[in-house]
């Protein structure tokens, strides 16, 4: 009750997140998701989002932490001639075995996902639905969006167990997002998530 009594005054601040500003049921569920994380419930209204359907996911920055705390790493080794490769370690994963495996990115990948849209000159564009002048995180910061992409599918492939099941990060599930992945608004929000992380 006293959970509840917190997410109907929450919800209603100015301080919240837009999606979860007058949605008390949305804001419990991510306090109820802080708790089963352990981790920080003004952290987790941040970086976790909460969609019709049922569809919850976490920003890349949240996956990498958890998967830091766990005690194992994941990290950006490059991102250069439009791919993000991060590096993912823990005990017997890789082809080999070795304890490291290395999982990628691409700008190809981004333009087939329909998250940035190459122009017949061959410019790469991610405009706002609402706005057509308002550029999007993929347009503007595009190798930081790869890179945070990167992380997620490592996280996803190789650390489902530390994610607790909340596998897909805002802008797979349609979300907007900033330069760092963290879900901005959900006010257009495309429910059929990409294929390669369903």
């Given at each position: 009750?006293?959970?509840?009594?917190?997410?109907?005054?929450?919800?209603?601040?100015?301080?919240?997140?837009?999606?979860?500003?007058?949605?008390?049921?949305?804001?419990?569920?991510?306090?109820?998701?802080?708790?089963?994380?352990?981790v920080p419930m003004w952290a987790a209204f941040?970086?976790?989002?909460?969609?019709?359907?049922?569809?919850?996911?976490?920003?890349?920055?949240?996956?990498?932490?958890?998967?830091?705390?766990?005690?194992?790493?994941?990290?950006?080794?490059?991102?250069?001639?439009?791919?993000?490769?991060?590096?993912?370690?823990?005990?017997?994963?890789?082809?080999?075995?070795?304890?490291?495996?290395?999982?990628?990115?691409?700008?190809?990948?981004?333009v087939k996902a329909e998250l940035l849209v190459?122009?017949?000159?061959?410019?790469?564009?991610?405009?706002?639905?609402?706005?057509?002048?308002?550029?999007?995180?993929?347009?503007?910061?595009?190798?930081?969006?790869?890179?945070?992409?990167?992380?997620?599918?490592?996280?996803?492939?190789?650390?489902?167990?530390?994610?607790?099941?909340?596998?897909?990060?805002?802008?797979?599930?349609?979300?907007?997002?900033?330069?760092?992945?963290?879900?901005?608004?959900?006010?257009?929000?495309?429910?059929?998530?990409?294929?390669?992380?369903?």
């Open positions: 009750p006293e959970m509840m009594e917190i997410a109907r005054f929450l919800a209603g601040s100015k301080m919240m997140p837009s999606h979860l500003q007058g949605d008390e049921a949305s804001t419990f569920s991510v306090m109820l998701a802080a708790r089963s994380l352990d941040q970086q976790i989002i909460v969609l019709d359907g049922g569809k919850v996911g976490m920003s890349a920055t949240l996956m990498q932490a958890l998967v830091v705390r766990a005690g194992h790493n994941l990290y950006v080794v490059d991102v250069s001639d439009g791919v993000a490769t991060v590096r993912a370690e823990r005990p017997r994963i890789g082809l080999d075995g070795s304890g490291s495996a290395l999982v990628t990115f691409s700008i190809d990948e981004a190459r122009t017949a000159d061959g410019a790469l564009r991610a405009r706002s639905k609402l706005n057509a002048n308002i550029k999007k995180p993929w347009e503007k910061y595009t190798d930081d969006m790869l890179a945070w992409r990167a992380i997620g599918r490592a996280a996803r492939r190789y650390f489902p167990d530390v994610l607790m099941g909340m596998v897909h990060t805002p802008d797979e599930l349609g979300a907007d997002t900033d330069e760092e992945g963290n879900p901005i608004h959900v006010d257009s929000v495309r429910m059929d998530v990409d294929e390669e992380v369903t």
